[in-house]
């Protein structure tokens, strides 16, 4: 009797852990597409590109990675942001940072720098009134292109932007802090921002952290921006699908069995 007692108890506990799991998992995927809906806008903008590359790879089911597209008349904002960590909490800030990000930026006339002031300003403001251990926050890059002056306003945040044209590459540098609370750095200090053109034949590549700091397997060692760098280089002759089927693979190839090290997002663009 009392060997029956137990068994009935433990078929309790496991049906009940079971169901949490089942709910969790059901409460995942309803995330996942609640922010797969935040970027379904997207598509309409990037067939403004003459190119667009677009390779995606979250750690886990939902992700902190995300890019955001917004357009008026001839200008288009395109942006990506990393948020702090990976999974759910990761997830639930990228929605935030995605809903303010569409509230800022509300006209054409923002300056790529002012858009992430005052996104820091806004992280501040929520996440560190009360408590300063608080690490939330993204890094990011903002690109504000005008087509028709072939011109781009760019600012990053941890975030740099590769410009290749005719085969030749050149790294526009990010402030290298993030956009968030830092002890080191005052809460009103501008983002440095930069313009220039570019013609018809330049390519464009932004990419988070995740790749450049993939971990091989034999000897742990990162990616490194170093074979970024050398890895976009070779694939302006290539289709945009060619281009992504050779960012997967680079990355598979040097971490091999070696797990994800964290959310993947790289986007490359030609105007």
């Not at 002012?114 to 408590?131: A, G, P």
């Not at 087509?147 to 590459?169: H, V």
Request: charged fraction near 30%.
């Amino acid at each position: 009797m009392q060997k029956e007692k137990e068994q009935e108890i433990l078929k309790i506990k496991k049906d009940a852990e079971e169901k949490v799991i089942k709910e969790t998992y059901n409460s995942i995927l309803i995330a996942k597409k609640t922010l797969n809906s935040l970027s379904l806008h997207n598509n309409k903008i990037e067939n403004k590109f003459k190119e667009f590359v677009k390779f995606n790879k979250p750690k886990n089911l939902i992700n902190g990675d995300f890019l955001f597209l917004k357009k008026f008349d001839n200008i288009i904002f395109l942006a990506i942001f990393d948020a702090t960590g990976s999974g759910v909490p990761a997830a639930f800030l990228r929605i935030f940072g995605y809903s303010q990000l569409d509230k800022i930026i509300a006209h054409k006339n923002i300056e790529a720098n002012e858009i992430l002031f005052k996104l820091k300003e806004i992280i501040i403001e929520t996440f560190y009134s009360q408590d300063n251990d608080n690490t939330e926050g993204f890094d990011g890059a903002i690109c504000k292109i005008d087509i028709e002056k072939r011109e781009i306003n760019y600012s990053g945040a941890q975030i740099p932007l590769y410009q290749i044209t005719d085969n030749q590459i050149e790294i526009h540098k990010a402030d290298r802090i993030s956009i968030n609370k830092n002890p080191f750095v005052d809460d009103n200090y501008m983002f440095k921002q930069k313009t220039f053109s570019f013609n018809e034949n330049t390519f464009f590549y932004l990419t988070t952290d995740g790749y450049i700091d993939q971990l091989r397997e034999q000897d742990i060692l990162k990616f490194s921006a170093k074979n970024f760098k050398k890895t976009i280089s070779k694939l302006q002759n290539n289709t945009t699908e060619e281009q992504i089927k050779i960012i997967n693979e680079t990355h598979n190839n040097w971490k091999k069995d070696k797990s994800q090290t964290d959310d993947i997002l790289v986007v490359g663009f030609k105007i």
